[in-house]
């Protein structure tokens, strides 16, 4: 479990700049319109956006056929997002974190 703030307003309002969200290390919750934590070769951030759609492809790997799960996410704010539309379809093995609750302002007084 981690402790992360958003930065930027591509998820508002959902989660807004500066917000506290508290994420765990699982692939159990990531289904379709959770939120999600992950990374892309293109950035040096972590990124966190809505998974808007789930696909299963076919891959030759060593003369067998594989599946391999990839996401489409999204920003909320579609103008000032960077997401799936410039970054492509996301692998399983990106995503790191599922989004379980944004931390209330009245609490973080006590972190």
Known sequence: MCILQIDGD???PAYKN????????SNFFIKKNSF?????KNYTTLM?????KTRTFKQQQNG??????RYYLLGIDKINSIDSRELGWINKKDISHHIMFKIPK???KYL
């Open 36 to 40: 999600v934590v992950f990374t892309h």
């Open 106 to 108: 009245s609490l973080i």
């Open 10 to 12: 591509s998820l508002y």
């Open 18 to 25: 500066k917000d506290l969200i508290v994420a765990i290390k």
């Open 64 to 69: 067998k056929d594989t599946k391999q799960t």
């Open 48 to 52: 966190v956006k809505q998974i808007c």
